[in-house]
């Protein structure tokens, strides 16, 4: 399904004006490539003048999308001009990367993605894109935290005791995830990497379903985003052992971290970045990261990360440099994970 | 608190002007966007999302769930006029309510839906208020073994479905199931049956299907030229229900409710089946069996109450666990965290005005659909009257848009002109194609939940029958299957055929 | 048009058996598993081997009977339909809204048996304007009304 939005910049509500019903429920299904105006310093100079689009691979009122809806609206604001947000899902989000990559290089086509830029390649044999040559990075958005936790009555009761269960009882304790690459089987990946053991992998069609089992308590343990997890670990439907940022998360005070609890190797964290194609002109990626950086300090955009248990990236963090060190770290760290756990995706 | 309160908490929070003025919004949009072909709620729900971010919480959700239940009114409706369902639930629909029209009785179809869907969604919403918490956890007895013997029952009666043989059922069956599993399988990610092409690794679209092997068949029938055209030969005769067809309706109304409210509280694979388990018991109750398929009005009340009292009740998992049943509940959960709500079971204690303003809006949302429907149902009629040369280059050009919109992937419209064909070819031979569409529905479950089964109890084949849930609903499958393909009963069956 | 004989019940068991081998083969491509550990083939090979027997089945059935008139098959109307919906497919992205909509609805309107290319042309026209208010000024999917093919 694709369907986009548009951020009027002057339009918010919260901004003391009201939107028309039909007007603003602008569904965009223009193709990423007539977006805007064409290419060249020309263009480069007027930038941006027209429609902008944020492509988000995933499912409308999925976690990407709600991060690229909350930095859509304020980063309209900084451009002055309208905002759309397309949704283009399939093949694990590289349908949306490969559209993007050969959208037109004029800053019109943003793509947000996750963590999954940097898996992709590991994962799908025939992709259609390079993720570090045919992309330029514009900066950092988020890292969601992701929490590991498992059905209300498993037996451990602390992060020590799962991991010392888990080792003793490798082969009988079942792991969910919502599907192949999703963040929720890389972080999976990574726990069975870091204690050393096969777990049974419960693959699901989605984070709904797996959570649904795991409530129900046919699954033993997952390892999911904390926008998916709060809510059941706050009314006691699911135990949680730990939080697998460097830092605890506000909404979570009392989950201690892989690293207190003596995994510090389990660092995982659903990082976001905004791509747009590589031959796109410096200086439109300048005005798209300046504009990132100032949405990161908007107060609405911290205090809903905040409900999500995220936090904005830092200036720093919202640059083309830190972003791409960031990608092809992930990119290093994941490959021989994901080939040794075998998984391919095509 | 206790019902009262809490119903009059939600009243309060419901009858403010704002938010009835956004459940009728809401209503309508889901019926126009249920008429139209393609274009599902799904995706208008997301169109509107970024609309109800300024909105209160309350407000963005009750519009939001009005789309949802109001599709499920306007699906019905181009399903009985022009054989072209929009989703499972609708493809059901018109089996019997195309025939209706067919023979001058679209007016009472129209209204028959319209009357059983609102009886149905006020009972679902009253479910949804008095037994919502205790009946939530019931949901959570079901894990994959029982879901796996769920759907398999759900696939014996589709059997049910066709009026012709049931070994061309079965194998219509088995193609829909085998037409599910294109795409990637979600347990490795392998593309099957793709041809390489990743605009097919999401699968086959339900739409396309249906609008191939319903809607294009059907013009391709109309245009043999041996008849003028079979829609609506027959002079339309009233719009109203006679007597006989309130007699008639009541049994599979209520029947088709009860079956509804507790299937929908499924997450998954509930909603799916409440309209053709319904269509199948009315069938096999039914003193009149051999007229199903022939325009019989039960065929048309069961499937839609069940629709619409499954489509309250699948709340249920959302509104007391933070649990989505399906892809339009978990675009509201993404309507909760963007309205700074925690989903999750805590929701219910902590918003108690938004969970119950909700629910009393569904009632009064399903209200505002019957006083809107009912009106309409003369306007839909005319829409018959249309010359045939004009009605189904329509029909062509709207499913092509619709379908082609839900992703912009022109595979779908592709879709539609192969399944047009085979649907055209197999109509012909006397391969029913409603048994097909359920297999494809019902396919991808059936495997997600056998593997998923077999896989958690680390290959012990024994889960289904160890688990007495799923024992039973295997013993009620295996029933089922005797009923409907034991020879003498089916000589039965071909004796009532061959008497027409 | 002409009408055609068949025996209904043979044709419609190939058929089935068709797309069971169709299936069946190209699934065994897959990691196929066991009964207890199941690959992404398992499944679809054991339904497509069951459609084959289903085809068999009925295709046997159909062998002793006689042979049925299939009625007329409207084959102008399944090219112009099929040439429709595949133009719109293959141009809606290149051509835009507008005209793919045109041609797509001239070709099924030309579909109907009395059909004539000035009426043709009307319903073309109108049914075009009436899906773009629907679609695009009233839903408001933004599907451009002409693509990048046209604007050089």
């Not at chain 2, 319903?214 to 339309?236: C, D, H, P, Q, Y």
């Amino acid at each position: 399904m694709r369907q986009g939005h548009s951020y009027d910049a002057a339009a918010h509500p919260r901004l003391g004006r009201t939107r028309p019903l039909i007007g603003l429920a602008a569904a965009t299904l223009t193709l990423a490539a007539c977006g805007g105006g064409g290419g060249g310093d020309d263009a480069a100079a007027a930038y941006p003048d027209g429609d902008i689009t944020f492509v988000v691979p995933f499912s409308a009122g999925g976690p990407t999308d709600t991060v690229t809806r909350l930095i859509a609206e304020p980063m309209s604001e900084e451009l002055g001009q309208p905002i759309v947000v397309q949704n283009v899902e399939g093949a694990g989000g590289t349908i949306a990367a490969g559209e993007v990559a050969a959208a037109e290089p004029d800053g019109y086509t943003v793509l947000m993605h996750h963590i999954g830029m940097s898996t992709a390649p590991s994962l799908y044999n025939n992709l259609p894109y390079a993720p570090l040559e045919d992309f330029k990075t514009v900066g950092l958005v988020t890292e969601v935290p992701m929490t590991i936790v498992a059905r209300q009555d498993f037996e451990p009761q602390t992060f020590e005791e799962m991991v010392e269960y888990v080792k003793a009882n490798a082969d009988t304790v079942t792991l969910a995830n919502a599907g192949v690459g999703a963040a929720s089987q890389l972080c999976g990946l990574l726990l069975q990497d870091a204690l050393g053991v096969k777990l049974t992998e419960v693959p699901y069609e989605g984070t709904g379903p797996a959570l649904t089992d795991l409530v129900a308590g046919e699954v033993d343990l997952m390892c999911d985003q904390t926008t998916n997890t709060t809510g059941q670990i706050q009314a006691g439907e699911i135990k949680a052992y730990a939080v697998t940022t460097a830092e605890r998360v506000e909404s979570l005070p009392d989950l201690p971290t892989t690293e207190e609890a003596g995994l510090p190797e389990l660092q995982v964290g659903v990082w976001h970045g905004l791509y747009v194609p590589a031959e796109t002109p410096d200086e439109i990626v300048q005005e798209l990261t300046g504009a990132l950086q100032v949405a990161l300090q908007d107060q609405n955009v911290i205090d809903q990360l905040a409900e999500l248990g995220a936090a904005p990236s830092s200036q720093e963090e919202a640059t083309p440099e830190a972003h791409t060190e960031r990608l092809s770290s992930q990119i290093d760290l994941w490959q021989p994970i994901i080939e040794e756990a075998g998984v391919s995706a095509d | 608190m206790d019902v009262w309160d809490n119903l009059a908490l939600g009243l309060e929070t419901a009858l403010t002007p704002t938010n009835l003025l956004f459940a009728l919004i809401g209503v309508a949009l889901g019926t126009a966007v249920g008429v139209l072909p393609g274009i599902g709620p799904t995706a208008t729900m997301a169109m509107l999302l970024p609309i109800t971010f300024g909105f209160e919480a309350v407000t963005s959700l009750i519009m939001l769930a009005g789309i949802y239940y109001g599709a499920q009114y306007g699906g019905s409706t181009t399903a009985i006029l022009i054989n072209l369902p929009g989703e499972s639930s609708a493809a059901v629909t018109a089996i019997d309510g195309h025939e209706m029209a067919k023979n001058g009785r679209a007016g009472p179809a129209l209204a028959t839906a319209a009357l059983g869907s609102f009886f149905a969604g006020t009972v679902g919403t009253i479910v949804l208020a008095l037994g919502a918490v205790p009946i939530s956890r019931l949901a959570l007895e079901f894990g994959p073994a029982e879901y796996f013997s769920l759907v398999v029952l759900g696939l014996i009666a589709s059997i049910t479905l066709a009026s012709g043989s049931t070994v061309k059922a079965l194998a219509m069956i088995v193609l829909g199931l085998l037409l599910g599993t294109v795409g990637q399988d979600i347990a490795t990610g392998t593309p099957r049956f793709t041809f390489g092409q990743r605009e097919l690794f999401g699968g086959l679209n339900f739409v396309s299907l249906a609008v191939g092997m319903f809607g294009v068949a059907e013009i391709l029938r109309n245009l043999e030229g041996t008849m003028t055209r079979s829609v609506v030969v027959e002079k339309v005769k009233n719009l109203w229900l006679t007597k006989t067809d309130f007699r008639r309706i009541t049994g599979p109304v209520l029947r088709g409710t009860g079956l509804g409210s507790a299937l929908g509280i499924l997450p998954g694979a509930g909603h799916v089946l409440a309209s053709f388990v319904s269509y199948s018991v009315e069938k096999r109750v039914s003193k009149r069996p051999e007229e199903f398929g022939k325009g019989a009005i039960e065929g048309v009340a069961a499937p839609e109450s069940a629709n619409n009292a499954a489509a309250q009740t699948s709340f249920i998992p959302l509104l007391t666990l933070g649990l989505p049943a399906n892809s339009i509940m978990a675009l509201l959960i993404g309507a909760f965290i963007i309205q700074g709500i925690t989903p999750g079971p805590n929701v219910i204690t902590d918003e108690p005005a938004l969970v119950w303003g909700l629910i009393v809006s569904m009632w009064i949302g399903n209200f505002f659909l019957v006083l809107l429907n009912l009106p309409l149902i003369g306007l839909w009629v005319k829409m018959l009257t249309i010359p045939y040369g004009v009605l189904f280059p329509a029909i062509i050009a709207f499913a092509s848009i619709g379908t082609y919109s839900i992703s912009l992937n022109a595979y779908h419209v592709y879709a539609i002109a192969f399944f047009g064909i085979l649907g055209y070819v197999l109509i012909k031979l006397g391969c029913e194609p409603a048994p097909l569409l359920l297999g494809f529905v019902l396919g991808p479950l059936l495997e997600r939940y056998l593997r998923r089964a077999l896989t958690i109890s680390q290959g012990d084949a024994t889960v289904f029958l160890t688990r007495p849930l799923s024992l039973a609903l295997l013993l009620l499958a295996a029933a089922a299957f005797v009923i409907a393909v034991l020879p003498a009963v089916r000589r039965k069956r071909e004796v009532v055929f061959e008497e027409e | 048009m002409n009408t055609h004989r068949a025996r209904k019940d043979l044709l419609a068991g190939a058929i089935f058996v068709g797309f069971g081998l169709a299936f069946a083969l190209t699934s065994s491509t897959y990691e196929i598993g066991s009964a207890l550990d199941m690959g992404p083939g398992y499944f679809p090979l054991v339904l497509g081997g069951v459609l084959v027997l289903l085809g068999i089945v009925i295709a046997v059935k159909g062998a002793a009977g006689e042979s049925e008139d299939l009625g007329p098959v409207p084959w102008k109307a399944v090219a112009l339909l099929v040439g429709g919906l595949l133009f719109f497919g293959f141009t809606v992205r290149g051509l835009g809204l507008v005209p793919t909509l045109l041609v797509t609805v001239f070709l099924s309107a030309m579909a109907g048996r009395r059909a004539r290319v000035i009426p043709a042309l009307v319903i073309a026209a109108s049914l075009t304007a009436l899906s773009v208010l629907i679609f695009v000024v009233a839903l408001q999917l933004r599907l451009p009304y002409f693509g990048p093919w046209l604007q050089g």
